[in-house]
């Protein structure tokens, strides 16, 4: 299974419960929060300023599909950040544990 890294943006009190549910679903291997960070973007015509939380996600590109519907039930933007980066290599027994940790349903 090829490892992936996807970032999604959340509001810091939702960043949590939304790392564990993706652990406990099996879906990632590991979610790093990166506290603080400040997005600045354009939505609906406003530029706009938010401080949130970073997920850094380490999963396979096979559960980003059930990943970003996981994400639908528990993220609470109407529109979410997530976006998955191929991983071009690292230590083979983290990349191991990465794929050995991913369970996807019917699998």
């Known amino acids: 299974m090829q490892p992936v ?10 960043a949590r ?3 564990e549910a993706l ?3 099996e879906l ?4 790093n929060i990166v506290a603080a960070v400040q997005s600045v973007y354009r939505w609906k015509g406003a530029i706009e ?8 996600i380490k999963t396979t590109r096979d559960a980003v599909a059930v990943l970003d519907d996981a994400l639908g039930e528990l ?3 109407e529109t ?11 230590s083979p027994d983290y990349l191991d544990w990465i ?7 019917g699998r």
């Open 5 to 14: 890294v996807c970032l999604v943006t959340t509001p810091p009190d939702h």
């Open 17 to 19: 419960a939304i790392a």
């Open 23 to 25: 652990v406990e679903r």
């Open 28 to 31: 990632v291997a590991c979610v």
């Open 49 to 56: 300023h938010d401080e949130e939380s970073l997920l850094v």
């Open 75 to 77: 993220h609470p933007y």
């Open 80 to 90: 979410f950040e997530l976006v998955a980066l191929d991983v071009a290599g690292g």
């Open 99 to 105: 794929a050995e940790s991913v369970a996807l349903p």
